[in-house]
């Protein structure tokens, strides 16, 4: 019998500290991809909204780790 491997959630983006900085590209695109995951999670991953959950994703993490939040 096969078990199914059962991935985490991601980690909550308002858990990260104010400070945290990507230091890899990869790390900056796993952020971005947690916040908008949350974005899509909190109106119910409705379709049509995917763009929009990255993009203000991008603002939120960019405006966090420049300090600005």
């Not at 491997?5 to 945290?20: F, H, M, R, V």
């Amino acid at each position: 019998m096969k078990t199914k491997t059962i991935k985490p959630a991601p980690a909550d983006p308002a858990t990260l500290s104010d400070t945290q900085t990507p230091s890899t590209n990869d790390a900056r695109h796993h952020d971005i991809a947690n916040a908008a995951y949350y974005r899509g999670q909190a109106r119910g991953f409705a379709p049509g909204g995917e763009l929009e959950d990255w993009l203000e994703a991008e603002r939120e993490m960019e405006a966090m780790w420049s300090g600005r939040q």
